[in-house]
């Protein structure tokens, strides 16, 4: 198999590969599609079956949808786009580009059409934009058996039928939802509105995070997408939500890393989206840390007088650094997943100022031991005046690891609360921040305790 997809580089044949492709499992395929480019991949897609392509197209983690339905002959790609669920060949009609997208459009069947500009009219990252509206739905006043039949006969066409929604016979509004056992284990004649439970339901505009925390509260494997009037718009399916909930936790750590949220799979970023991606985090961080230069220069005269201190500059730094960002990111989670509310962060303060001031203590008492044992062991000389020394350090740290937990877990209700995603408040943001400040406090200890003495 190898062998195959590799020599795309010298050799490429897509017969041989579509051959190889016959008996494999979708996953396994679009894996090894994704090792092609784009003009391979449809050049092996347009020599296998019609469903097959279909299916494939259909899997979210095929890396370049779009760029293969564009290089498809225009006679194959419409009828293979028409083919894929609404929600799937929504996502690839918002990554082309015109006049190919506007074309592809216009050719398809009115159905096809309205679905997919359907979709694409609601905001990124909602409900509306990644439900379904591929979905089974049945007149209240229809039978168990011919609610089967009518299965039979969509099934193929239908993205699942994991639940049959049950609709007012007038009004056409959601009144009830069957799941597929309950509708198995019913007796023929009995109405389908008998077995219908009320449903959970959400609204197209709702943000995809919380639709995600809707299924996991409620163990569904699917929601039902309603306007505010009840009349059903699609459906929100669970392996939907899991292709959201990867995507979001990406951003997330590709945002704590200090950088912006890449969308393209690694391999695939261009020189000049990685530089502009990472680059602009860089330089803030940068112009940042020139605040930490410029505190040095400050305190430069109690630095030549006791140039001991500044063996315990990089300890001082990272301590306050590892407890802000230890802080942050576990407020990030907190509130990604509503164990807080903005209104907490009175609580949470409460909460770290001790946490912060006893982490501090803790490695204080570590510090003093330090000073101690290279002092009596004769591994380093800080002079005779090396206990006040070890005690600036102990009580630096108090205040760095204090001040660094206090302002990580602060930053991301700050951010929220001006409308920013708390995922930004990043390891290096917040270390950067705390090293200036934590400059001060160590200066600051040092002058008060070594003044008279070292100062």
């Not at 204080?364 to 005690?391: A, F, N, P, T």
Request: charged share 20%; net charge negative.
């Amino acid at each position: 198999m190898t062998e195959t997809y590799t020599a795309s580089e010298g050799g490429f044949n897509a017969a041989v590969v579509a051959a190889t492709l016959a008996g494999e499992h979708v996953a396994d395929t679009v894996d090894i599609l994704n090792k092609l480019t784009p003009g391979e991949a449809a050049e092996v897609l347009r020599l296998l079956p019609r469903e097959t392509a279909i299916e494939i197209l259909d899997k979210p983690d095929l890396d370049f949808g779009a760029e293969i339905i564009e290089a498809l002959p225009h006679d194959i790609a419409v009828p293979l786009l028409a083919g894929m669920s609404a929600d799937m060949a929504a996502d690839i009609v918002q990554q082309m580009q015109d006049p190919p997208r506007s074309e592809l459009m216009q050719s398809l069947d009115a159905a096809s059409r309205n679905a997919i500009t359907g979709l694409l009219s609601y905001p990124e990252n909602t409900a509306g934009a990644m439900m379904t509206t591929e979905f089974v739905s049945v007149p209240a006043n229809w039978t168990v058996e011919r609610t089967l039949q009518h299965i039979r006969q969509v099934e193929r066409t239908r993205e699942t039928v994991y639940a049959i929604y049950v609709l007012d016979p007038v009004t056409r509004r959601l009144i009830g939802a069957v799941s597929l056992r309950r509708l198995i284990a019913g007796e023929p004649t009995d109405s389908i509105q008998s077995l219908a439970v009320t449903p959970i339901t959400t609204f197209p505009l709702v943000d995809r995070e919380d639709v995600a925390r809707l299924i996991a509260r409620h163990d569904l494997l699917a929601v039902p997408v309603t306007d505010k009037t009840a009349h059903l718009l699609g459906i929100v399916t669970f392996d939907d939500v899991i292709d959201a909930i990867i995507e979001e936790n990406t951003e997330d750590v590709q945002k704590f890393g200090g950088m912006e949220a890449i969308e393209e799979p690694y391999m695939q970023i261009g020189l000049g989206d990685m530089i502009r991606k990472r680059g602009v985090w860089l330089a803030v961080l940068f112009i940042s840390e020139m605040l930490t230069a410029s505190v040095m220069q400050h305190f430069e005269g109690e630095l030549e007088k006791a140039l001991v201190l500044t063996l315990f500059i990089p300890l001082i730094m990272s301590s306050g650094g590892n407890s802000g960002s230890q802080a942050t990111s576990l407020l990030i989670r907190a509130l990604a997943l509503r164990d807080v509310k903005l209104s907490d962060w009175w609580r949470v303060m409460l909460r770290e100022l001790p946490t912060g001031f006893l982490l501090g203590a803790g490695l204080g008492v570590i510090g003093i031991i330090r000073v101690v044992l290279w002092q009596k062991l004769g591994i380093y000389d800080y002079g005779e005046h090396w206990l006040l020394v070890g005690l600036t350090v102990a009580v630096a740290l108090v205040g760095v690891v204090t001040f660094g937990s206090v302002v990580g877990s602060m930053l991301p209700f700050a951010l929220q609360r001006v409308g920013f995603d708390p995922a930004s408040a990043s390891a290096p943001f917040v270390a950067t921040l705390v090293d200036v400040t934590g400059l001060m406090i160590y200066f600051s200890a040092a002058l008060l305790i070594l003044r008279g003495s070292l100062l």
